[in-house]
Nanobody, 124 residues
């Protein structure tokens, strides 16, 4: 079993920054892809970013490219999402997820394990 625990959410003004953390425990993660998703009220959960645990290759949604950076710390089994130049439309619950099988990166159904989520609110 895999456990994912997010932290680092909060309230920030537009233009500000936050760093989210996802602490992973359980099985070895060498072959996993770790992703960040977000869900705003009344909207579907959407892909934000992903990183290959083994080689560090990263992927981003167009809406966050150039503003958000996903990274990992192998020694501490932690994945980060650095969010800069935040906008009110970034307001959502952010979820960390782990993908254990080959397949598409962006659909949420491709991910097997999920954290509980952390709220990010960006005020204008």
């Amino acid at each position: 079993q895999v456990q994912l625990v997010e932290s680092g959410g909060g309230l920030v003004q537009a233009g500000g920054s936050l760093r989210l953390s996802c602490a992973a425990s359980g099985r070895p993660f060498n072959n996993y892809v770790m992703g960040w998703f977000r869900q705003a009220p009344g909207k579907e959960r959407e892909f934000v970013a992903a990183i290959s645990w083994s080689n560090g290759v990263t992927y981003y949604a167009d809406s966050v490219k150039g503003r958000f950076t996903i990274s990992r710390d192998n020694a501490n089994n932690t994945v980060y999402l650095q969010m800069n130049s935040l906008k009110p439309e970034d307001t959502a619950v952010y979820y960390c997820a782990a993908k254990t099988r080959a397949g598409l990166l962006r659909p949420s159904y491709e991910y097997d394990y999920w954290g509980q989520g952390t709220q990010v609110t960006v005020s204008s």
